[in-house]
């Protein structure tokens, strides 16, 4: 029974990520290099983490990556996409380069205006600073919040995987998130057009 309904899950995931690339409009053909010594063409490598237009499938649900906001701070980059139409988060976090550090996150955090304390109790729980910092803000895809060029941005978490994320979008307004840290392993991702 436990099988079946995984396959169905994993069926309904790969039916969802082929209905959902045949919808997207055919990007322009790309051109490519010669391989060495003129020998056949080299597709580029796909760049570590998560891309627009990826599927998530995740417990009981599927989170198909819309859009992104990057925040690139020269050390390290944090990768928001949107998933619109999810029922189990409405953002997923990559916190790494590398896209190993991943974050399921939902707005309705309730932070005061003004800056970000360094310890922060959200539903019970204490979060404590994990990083902070100011980034150049670039965005892909499609439904994402309103953001500006730059932003300051504010991570706190707990050990048990509790995680904040307050974006402060300059000359714009705040988005505040709140949610866990999920494990690699707990999740698959069906690689979309990009």
């Known amino acids: 029974m436990i099988i079946e309904l995984g396959l169905a899950v994993s069926a309904a995931g790969v039916a969802l990520w082929a209905y959902r690339r045949r919808r997207q409009p055919k990007a322009p053909a790309r051109t490519r290099e010669p391989g060495p010594k003129g020998g056949p063409e080299q597709k580029a490598p796909r760049r570590p983490g998560l891309h627009v237009s990826d599927v998530i499938l995740y417990a009981d649900t599927e989170l198909w990556l819309a859009g992104c906001i990057c925040l690139d701070d020269g050390a390290d980059v944090l990768r928001l996409f949107a998933t619109p139409g999810a029922k189990r988060a409405a953002y997923v976090a990559q916190l790494d380069r590398e896209g190993e550090d991943l974050a399921t996150l939902s707005p309705g955090a309730k932070v005061s205006a003004g800056r970000v304390p360094d310890e922060l109790s959200v539903d019970g729980s204490r979060l404590r600073l994990?990083?902070?910092?100011?980034?150049?803000?670039?965005?892909?895809?499609?439904?994402?919040?309103?953001?500006?060029?730059?932003?300051?941005?504010?991570?706190?978490?707990?050990?048990?995987?509790?995680?904040?994320?307050?974006?402060?979008?300059?000359?714009?307004?705040?988005?505040?998130?709140?949610?866990?840290?999920?494990?690699?392993?707990?999740?698959?991702?069906?690689?979309?057009?990009?």
């Open 130 to 194: 994990r990083k902070r910092g100011r980034a150049s803000v670039h965005a892909d895809g499609e439904s994402l919040p309103p953001y500006t060029a730059q932003a300051d941005y504010v991570l706190l978490g707990d050990p048990s995987g509790r995680l904040l994320l307050v974006i402060d979008f300059v000359g714009g307004e705040r988005l505040a998130l709140s949610g866990e840290r999920v494990p690699r392993g707990m999740l698959d991702v069906l690689p979309g057009g990009g």
